[in-house]
Structures are given as structure tokens and as C-alpha cells.
């Protein structure tokens, strides 16, 4: 009987601009960790929680990570329960889907520990309640992409992969600011009207095109977002003046990441990935923040278990 293991998730862009709470990329590099033990009591408990946020719920109902194990728990009527370690890697409200990525990687190692363990398809309904704890909402455009890694389309009941074409790379550039996913959310309150829907429609199908035809041209066409980003953009302070240095660097295009404050753009070169960046970054100290920068192919890894014991 396996009694622990550990998973990993990276960090994700949720969105994509044009898919909201339906589209999302896996990052390099940065990403939670989590330690899953079995145990005899039919409970799920958090014993510990270390890293870049420490300042998180320790009871189950109300942490991502526990409550997709509970999830799990019940819909599989296990007779034994779970204790978990938390490493976070995600800074809070950075919109790198840091709530999503707990829940992600508990599931991959609580997976691990099953007599039959599931097929990551079967864990997506679980890390989406998981990910509701923090954003009120079930989607499962971050989730579906740090499950399988890669560009996702993420719908109420499946992860769809997406193509990518190769070399896409994406920035994201994370200021020093937190803006919380439920009041990111609230600021989406209001009337919309059918032309914005038409336009978001029509860039998520240029972008979904491009990327099965390999063709940039395509993807530079329909990546803006006209529904969401301008009802966000006055939340994050030198929002415009980011995305313009991304846009000047030859981006296919920019947004916000997730819900935010985190900018990314798209490129059709690393090396110009990583000139944005230092752009962006710099227009983000006009604006009186410091940022850190990312730089990672869109067709990255998704989570996976570190160790079994």
C-alpha cells in the first residue's frame, strides 16, 4: 500500500484573453507543490502550509486543495482519508492560477495513492470544486491546463487539448500586487452588449483556427479581448502602458492574465519573448510596481507526481 506522495502543478494563464473561464496555457518553472498522506481516518485535513503564501485556510471546506480531495472523497465513497502538505510557489491573487494549482497537484498525488488510480480526465470535475473555494465560480480554464499541461479548452465537463504551434511562446510579467479573483469577478457585473459577444466570439474562433493551423496570422487576428479585459484593465495600475510594450515588441497580442494583476503576451519567438518582458516589466515600474518576469512555451508540461513512497 502506497502511504505518501507528492505532485506538482505549474502556474497557468487562465483566459487567454479571448476564453474566459474556458481557455488556459501551462507555465514553466514556477508552480505548487503538494504532500498527500493517506490516512486510516475518513477525513481530509491540511497539517501544514509553507512557501510564497502562508496566510491560507487550514480547514478543509475552505482550502482549494482539501476540498477537491473531499470532492474526490465523496464521489468515490472512499473509507479512508487524506492529510496535505502545501508548498505554494503562486504568489496570491496573481492571477496565475495559484487556488487552481493546489487543488491540481493534491489531486495528482492523492491519485497516486488510489488501488486504482483514475484517469487525469476523471480529476477535472474535483480540482473545479476545488477552485470555486477561491472564485466563487466553477471553471475550469486553469485547472484544465495545469492537468494536462499545454494550451486547454476547459468546458463545465471535459479538457479538450489544443494544438500549439511550435515556438509560441508566451511572457507574463507579474507585478507586486494582489487583486483578488472574487473582486476581479465582481468587476465583470453589468450589461453586455450582443456585439461585444459577436467580436469575442469571432477572436476565440481565429485563435482556435491558428492554433490547429499553425498559422500566426490567425492567432495575431483574434487575439484580443473586447468583452473582459476593458471592465478589468482599471485594476491593475499601468495596465495600458504594459500591454503597449508588449504589443511594440512584435507581441501577437496581450491581456490579462487569469483575473489579473499579471499581463501576458503571445510570440512567435523566445528571444523576443524575453525583449517584451524587460519592457514590460519596466512599464510596470513607471507605474510605481515591481514585477517579476516569466518566459515559457506555450506547449509546457502539466502536473505530475514527484515521488511515491
Given at each position: 500500500?502506497?502511504?505518501?506522495?507528492?505532485?506538482?502543478?505549474?502556474?497557468?494563464?487562465?483566459?487567454?484573453?479571448?476564453?474566459?473561464?474556458?481557455?488556459?496555457?501551462?507555465?514553466?518553472?514556477?508552480?505548487?507543490?503538494?504532500?498527500?498522506?493517506?490516512?486510516?481516518?475518513?477525513?481530509?485535513?491540511?497539517?501544514?502550509?509553507?512557501?510564497?503564501?502562508?496566510?491560507?485556510?487550514?480547514?478543509?471546506?475552505?482550502?482549494?486543495?482539501?476540498?477537491?480531495?473531499?470532492?474526490?472523497?465523496?464521489?468515490?465513497?472512499?473509507?479512508?482519508?487524506?492529510?496535505?502538505?502545501?508548498?505554494?510557489?503562486?504568489?496570491?491573487?496573481?492571477?496565475?492560477?495559484?487556488?487552481?494549482?493546489?487543488?491540481?497537484?493534491?489531486?495528482?498525488?492523492?491519485?497516486?495513492?488510489?488501488?486504482?488510480?483514475?484517469?487525469?480526465?476523471?480529476?477535472?470535475?474535483?480540482?473545479?470544486?476545488?477552485?470555486?473555494?477561491?472564485?466563487?465560480?466553477?471553471?475550469?480554464?486553469?485547472?484544465?491546463?495545469?492537468?494536462?499541461?499545454?494550451?486547454?479548452?476547459?468546458?463545465?465537463?471535459?479538457?479538450?487539448?489544443?494544438?500549439?504551434?511550435?515556438?509560441?511562446?508566451?511572457?507574463?510579467?507579474?507585478?507586486?500586487?494582489?487583486?483578488?479573483?472574487?473582486?476581479?469577478?465582481?468587476?465583470?457585473?453589468?450589461?453586455?452588449?450582443?456585439?461585444?459577444?459577436?467580436?469575442?466570439?469571432e477572436g476565440l474562433a481565429l485563435v482556435?483556427?491558428?492554433?490547429?493551423?499553425?498559422?500566426?496570422?490567425?492567432?495575431?487576428?483574434?487575439?484580443?479581448?473586447?468583452?473582459?479585459?476593458?471592465?478589468?484593465?482599471?485594476?491593475?495600475?499601468?495596465?495600458?502602458?504594459?500591454?503597449?510594450?508588449?504589443?511594440?515588441?512584435?507581441?501577437?497580442?496581450?491581456?490579462?492574465?487569469?483575473?489579473?494583476?499579471?499581463?501576458?503576451?503571445?510570440?512567435?519567438?523566445?528571444?523576443?519573448?524575453?525583449?517584451?518582458?524587460?519592457?514590460?516589466?519596466?512599464?510596470?515600474?513607471?507605474?510605481?510596481?515591481?514585477?517579476?518576469?516569466?518566459?515559457?512555451?506555450?506547449?509546457?508540461?502539466?502536473?505530475?507526481?514527484?515521488?511515491?513512497?
Amino acid at each position: 500500500m502506497k502511504n505518501s506522495a507528492s505532485a506538482f502543478a505549474p502556474a497557468s494563464v487562465g483566459n487567454v484573453g479571448v476564453g474566459f473561464d474556458l481557455l488556459g496555457h501551462a507555465l514553466e518553472g514556477i508552480g505548487d507543490r503538494v504532500l498527500v498522506r493517506r490516512i486510516d481516518e475518513a477525513t481530509v485535513r491540511v497539517v501544514a502550509i509553507r512557501g510564497v503564501v502562508t496566510e491560507l485556510p487550514f480547514a478543509a471546506a475552505e482550502n482549494t486543495a482539501a476540498r477537491a480531495l473531499m470532492s474526490l472523497r465523496e464521489a468515490h465513497l472512499l473509507n479512508f482519508g487524506f492529510e496535505i502538505e502545501i508548498d505554494k510557489g503562486i504568489p496570491l491573487g496573481s492571477g496565475l492560477g495559484g487556488s487552481a494549482a493546489s487543488a491540481s497537484a493534491a489531486l495528482i498525488a492523492a491519485n497516486a495513492l488510489l488501488e486504482q488510480p483514475l484517469p487525469v480526465s476523471a480529476l477535472y470535475l474535483h480540482a473545479m470544486e476545488g477552485e470555486r473555494v477561491a472564485s466563487g465560480s466553477l471553471h475550469g480554464d486553469n485547472v484544465g491546463a495545469q492537468l494536462l499541461g499545454g494550451l486547454v479548452l476547459s468546458t463545465h465537463d471535459r479538457m479538450v487539448p489544443i494544438p500549439v504551434p511550435p515556438g509560441l511562446t508566451a511572457v507574463v510579467v507579474h507585478p507586486h500586487f494582489v487583486l483578488e479573483t472574487r473582486k476581479a469577478r465582481e468587476a465583470l457585473r453589468g450589461v453586455y452588449a450582443l456585439n461585444e459577444f459577436v467580436a469575442q466570439s469571432e477572436g476565440l474562433a481565429l485563435v482556435m483556427a491558428g492554433c490547429f493551423r499553425a498559422d500566426f496570422e490567425l492567432i495575431a487576428l483574434g487575439l484580443r479581448d473586447v468583452l473582459i479585459e476593458p471592465r478589468r484593465a482599471a485594476l491593475i495600475p499601468g495596465f495600458a502602458a504594459v500591454k503597449a510594450a508588449a504589443i511594440n515588441a512584435g507581441a501577437l497580442g496581450s491581456s490579462i492574465s487569469g483575473a489579473g494583476p499579471s499581463v501576458f503576451a503571445w510570440f512567435i519567438r523566445r528571444e523576443d519573448a524575453v525583449m517584451a518582458g524587460e519592457a514590460m516589466r519596466a512599464a510596470f515600474a513607471d507605474a510605481g510596481l515591481e514585477s517579476d518576469v516569466i518566459v515559457s512555451a506555450v506547449a509546457n508540461a502539466g502536473a505530475h507526481v514527484i515521488s511515491v513512497e
